[in-house]
C-alpha cells in the first residue's frame, strides 16, 4: 500500500486528523490526507489519500455526502450538536405538540440550494484561524452564509420524545449540525444534532469501509484490508474518462495538448486520462469542442506519468 485510496469507517472520539495519524503509524507512511472532515462524534465514512493520490484529495472532496443521523427537537446547544452546552430549552408540552407530517415538511423545506452559515464552533477558517478557536475566546465569529445544496432531508423514523432518525444526502460543505439546529429553529422548539454517521462520499460507501483495528490486522499480516483499499490506477473521479495511444501519452507526459475523440465533457470540465495499459497518467481540462462528434482538446493539468 502506498498511492490510492484507503476507505476508513470512523469511530467516535476521535478527529479526522486524529485518524490520519494513526493510519500514518499503522502503514508507516507519511503522506496521508483525508477528503472532507467528520466532527469527534460523527461516525462513519472517511476517505483517505495516500501518496501520489493526495494530488486528486481537491476533486474527491467536493463529491456529494450521505448521512443517518438523530435530532433532539427542543434542546438547543452551543455546538449544535450535543456536544456542546445548552443555551435554551423549549416546555416539553411544545415539544410534545409536534407532530411528525410537521417536522417531515420543515425538513422537507430544507431541500434545494440553501444560504447556510457554518456552525460558530466550526473548523472552517477566517484569517487562519478556525470558528471553534475564535468562539472558545469569546470573540466574535463571522457568520456569513454559504450556498449549498441539500439533495434530500427526510425522516426514517417516528418522533419520539423530540427525537426523530434522518437521512441527509447534500453537496460538499454542508453541515448537518448546522440542518438540525435551523430546523429547531423554523419549528419554534429549537433543536441540536444527536448522533450523526456518514454513510457515502460519492460512489463510495461505508459498508466497503475498514475499522482502524480491521486495517492494523491487515497491515501487521502483511496485505491490504480488501476492498477498503483501491489502488491509484482503479480510482474512479466524478467525471469523464479519456484513453490516450502512445503518442498522445508521450505529449500528455510532457503537458501538451492533445486532441481526442470520444469526449463526454464539455469546455471547462475535467477530464480523466488513462493509457492503454489502464494506468492513470493525468487529469486534464477540455479547452476546446470540435464539432458534435465528441471531439475536442485536453489540457493536461495534473500529471502523474
Not at 477528503?35 to 489519500?49: E, I, R
Not at 450535543?82 to 435554551?88: E, L
Amino acid at each position: 500500500m502506498k498511492d490510492g485510496l484507503l476507505l476508513i469507517d470512523k469511530e467516535a472520539g476521535f478527529t479526522s486528523h486524529d485518524v490520519v495519524q494513526k493510519v500514518r503509524r499503522i502503514l508507516k507512511q507519511k503522506k496521508i490526507g483525508h477528503c472532507g472532515t467528520l466532527d469527534p462524534d460523527a461516525t462513519g465514512l472517511l476517505l483517505l489519500t495516500l501518496g501520489t493520490a493526495t494530488r486528486l484529495t481537491r476533486f474527491l472532496i467536493r463529491a456529494p455526502k450521505v448521512y443517518e443521523g438523530l435530532i433532539q427537537l427542543g434542546v438547543a446547544t452551543d455546538t449544535y450538536d450535543a456536544s456542546g452546552q445548552v443555551v435554551a430549552q423549549a416546555p416539553a408540552e411544545a415539544v410534545a405538540a409536534l407532530t411528525g407530517d410537521q417536522v417531515a415538511a420543515a425538513m422537507k423545506a430544507f431541500e434545494g440550494e440553501i444560504e447556510q452559515k457554518p456552525p460558530p464552533y466550526s473548523a472552517k477558517k477566517v484569517n487562519g484561524v478556525k470558528f471553534y478557536e475564535l468562539a472558545r475566546r469569546g470573540e466574535e465569529v463571522p457568520d456569513e452564509p454559504k450556498e449549498v445544496t441539500v439533495f434530500e432531508l427526510t425522516p426514517v423514523s417516528d418522533l419520539e420524545e423530540g427525537r426523530i432518525r434522518f437521512r441527509l444526502a447534500c453537496s460538499s460543505g454542508t453541515y448537518a449540525r448546522g440542518l438540525a439546529h435551523d430546523l429547531g429553529a423554523a419549528l419554534g422548539v429549537g433543536g441540536h444534532l444527536a448522533e450523526l454517521r456518514r454513510t457515502r462520499i460519492g460512489t463510495f460507501a461505508v459498508e466497503s469501509a475498514a475499522t482502524l483495528a480491521r486495517l492494523d490486522e491487515a497491515a501487521t499480516a502483511g496485505h491490504p484490508p480488501g476492498e477498503a483499499w483501491i489502488p491509484f490506477d482503479q480510482i474512479p473521479l466524478p467525471f469523464g474518462e479519456v484513453t490516450a495511444d502512445p503518442q498522445q501519452e508521450h505529449r500528455i507526459s510532457h503537458g501538451q495538448t492533445v486532441l481526442v475523440r470520444e469526449l463526454a465533457g464539455e469546455e471547462g470540465d475535467w477530464v480523466k486520462l488513462v493509457n492503454r495499459r489502464r494506468e492513470f497518467i493525468a487529469v486534464g481540462t477540455v479547452v476546446e469542442r470540435i464539432g458534435n462528434a465528441g471531439v475536442g482538446i485536453v489540457q493536461p493539468k495534473v500529471v502523474f506519468r
